[in-house]
């Protein structure tokens, strides 16, 4: 099962009983808006308890394309790794 955006907004919303539903979607709007500035200006993002979202720059690499087996060069750019914190490690083996 997938959590989606939709299903955030409907938790949000039920275990906060004084917020409206239109509230609740702004909520959860404005935190991923922030998460996603962060990482585009290549701040890291650090959730206590959940885990560390960071970027890293990769080089340009040689590749080659499957079907054709034809070398090429594969751009620079960067990524967005996730490394979970202990506490989240713990619970998700726990289980």
Same mark, same amino acid.
């Given at each position: 099962?997938?959590?989606?955006?939709?299903?955030?907004?409907?938790?949000?919303?039920?275990?906060?009983?004084?917020?409206?539903?239109?509230?609740? #979607?702004?909520?959860?709007?404005?935190?991923?808006?922030?998460?996603?500035?962060?990482?585009?200006t290549g701040e890291d993002l650090l959730?206590?308890?959940?885990?560390?979202?960071?970027?890293?720059?990769?080089?340009?690499?040689?590749?080659?394309?499957?079907?054709?087996? #034809?070398?090429?060069?594969?751009?620079?750019?960067?990524?967005?790794?996730?490394?979970?914190?202990?506490?989240?490690? #713990?619970?998700i083996n726990s289980d």
């Amino acid at each position: 099962m997938t959590l989606t955006k939709a299903d955030l907004i409907q938790q949000v919303y039920k275990t906060h009983p004084n917020l409206t539903k239109s509230q609740s #979607t702004d909520f959860v709007e404005m935190f991923l808006n922030l998460a996603k500035s962060s990482l585009i200006t290549g701040e890291d993002l650090l959730l206590s308890g959940f885990g560390k979202f960071n970027i890293k720059n990769k080089k340009s690499r040689r590749g080659r394309n499957p079907q054709t087996g #034809t070398e090429l060069t594969l751009d620079a750019r960067r990524v967005v790794t996730f490394k979970p914190s202990g506490i989240l490690r #713990t619970r998700i083996n726990s289980d």
